[in-house]
C-alpha cells in the first residue's frame, strides 16, 4: 500500500526500534538463561532459602523482561515490515503498557530508592561472589559490563587484593592503578545518592517507547485510510 513521506519515516523508525529492542531483548534473554541453567549456577535456584535472594530476582527478571521484549518485537516487526494492521495494533497496546510500566517503576525505585539501591547492591555482590568461586566465563562478561559501565572495580576496588581484577576498566589516572571506586558502593550511590537521574532515565525510556507507539499509530491509520482509498476506488470501479 502507498504510504506518503510521514508514514514511509515512521514505517523505518519502527524498524530500526525493534532491531534494537530485540537485540538488547536477546541479551537480557540469553544472560538470564545462562545465569539461570550454568552448571556454576542452576543449584542457587534449587536451594529454598535462596528462592528469595536478589540473584535468583534478578535472573528471573533478566529471563521474564527479555522474554517481553522479543514478544513485543515479534509484533512490530511483522506489522511494520508487511504493514499488517492487526499486528500494529496489538504492537501499540503492548508498547502503551510497557511505557506506563516503565515510569511506574522508574517513580517507585524513586521513592523506595534505598531499598533498590541495597538490592542491587546484593545482587552484584552473588555475582562477585559465583565468580570468585567458579570463575564462569558468563558471569565475568556481566561482571566486565558492570565494571566498564559504572567504571568501578570488584568490592574492594584495591588493584592489589582485587580477586576480578581481570574485568574490571582501565584506570583513568595514577592514584586508579592503586585503587578504584568499590561497585558495592557505585551501585548503592547510583540508586540512593542519584535516585532523580535514575528516574529520568525510566521517564526517558517510557517517552522513547511512546514515541514508537505514536509512529506505530501513524502508520495504522495512514494503512487504514489507504485500505479505505483502494475499497471506495474498487467500488466506483465495479
Known amino acids: 500500500m502507498a504510504l506518503d513521506g510521514c508514514g514511509l519515516l515512521c514505517k523505518y523508525i519502527l524498524i530500526i526500534f525493534n532491531i534494537i529492542f ?11 538463561l545462562w545465569l539461570r541453567f550454568s552448571d556454576n549456577t542452576r543449584a542457587i535456584f534449587h536451594v529454598e532459602e535462596l528462592s ?20 513485543v518485537v515479534m509484533f512490530g516487526d511483522y506489522g511494520a515490515c508487511n504493514e499488517k494492521r492487526c499486528a500494529l495494533q496489538v ?13 511506574v517503576v522508574g517513580v517507585l525505585a524513586n521513592i ?35 565494571h566498564n559501565t559504572l ?4 568490592v574492594t576496588g584495591i588493584s592489589i587484593i582485587e580477586l576480578v581484577k581481570q574485568t574490571c ?19 548503592a550511590d547510583v540508586f540512593i ?3 532523580p537521574m535514575m528516574m529520568g532515565i525510566f521517564v526517558g525510556t517510557g517517552v522513547l517507547l511512546m514515541t514508537a507507539m505514536i509512529c506505530a499509530i501513524v502508520l ?17 470501479v465495479y
Open 112 to 146: 523506595k530508592s534505598h531499598e533498590v539501591g541495597l538490592k542491587f547492591a546484593e545482587f552484584y555482590a552473588s555475582l562477585y561472589t559465583l565468580y570468585v568461586a567458579n570463575q564462569d566465563p558468563g558471569i565475568a562478561v556481566t561482571l566486565t559490563f558492570i
Open 169 to 187: 576498566p582501565k584506570p583513568d589516572g595514577f592514584f586508579e592503578y592503586i585503587k578504584m571506586d568499590s561497585c558495592s558502593g557505585v551501585i
Open 22 to 32: 530485540a537485540v538488547v531483548g536477546f541479551a537480557f534473554l540469553g544472560l538470564g
Open 220 to 236: 495504522l491509520n495512514q494503512l487504514k485510510n489507504a485500505h479505505r482509498e483502494r475499497t471506495v476506488y474498487y467500488s466506483n
Open 91 to 103: 504492537f501499540s497496546a503492548l508498547l502503551a503498557m510497557l511505557a506506563t510500566l516503565v515510569v
Open 151 to 154: 567504571h568501578c572495580c570488584g
Open 52 to 71: 528469595s535472594s536478589a540473584f535468583v530476582m534478578g535472573v528471573t527478571v533478566l529471563i521474564a523482561l527479555g522474554a517481553v521484549m522479543l514478544f
Open 193 to 195: 545518592g542519584k535516585a
